[in-house]
């Protein structure tokens, strides 16, 4: 059974920055394969950055790469979403979510333990 917690939400302008953190309960955190996911109003939920287990690959949506970094410590339990040069179009709730897997999926339905989600607001 794994818990997560998200933090760092907020209302940020447009081009503004936040950082989001999930921390994770248990001891198996290392064996997980880490997403963060969003879902806007009115919208399906997407994926948007993912990280294996070991923390050495990530992968991006293609609208965020170089502007969202994804990062974990696994000593920590927690794995963080730099999200830098915000567009008001990625006002959404953000979720972090834990695969029992070596790599991060893209498909939602793959993870296995959700958090309770963070809002992230950018006002144009």
């Known amino acids: 059974q794994v818990q997560l917690v998200e933090s760092g939400g907020g209302l940020v302008p447009a081009g503004g920055s936040l950082r989001l953190s999930c921390a994770a309960s248990?001891?198996?955190?290392?064996?997980?394969?880490m997403g963060w996911l969003r879902q806007a109003p009115g919208k399906e939920r997407q994926f948007v950055a993912g990280?294996?287990?070991?923390?050495?690959?990530?992968t991006y949506l293609d609208s965020v790469k170089g502007r969202f970094t994804i990062a974990r410590d696994n000593a920590k339990n927690t794995v963080y979403l730099q999200m830098d040069n915000l567009l008001p179009e990625e006002t959404a709730v953000y979720y972090c979510a834990a695969e029992r897997a070596r790599w991060p999926t893209m498909s939602l339905q793959e993870y296995d333990y959700w958090g309770q989600g963070t809002q992230v607001t950018v006002s144009s």
């Open positions: 990280i294996t287990s070991n923390g050495v690959r990530t």
């Open positions: 248990g001891r198996t955190f290392s064996a997980y394969a």
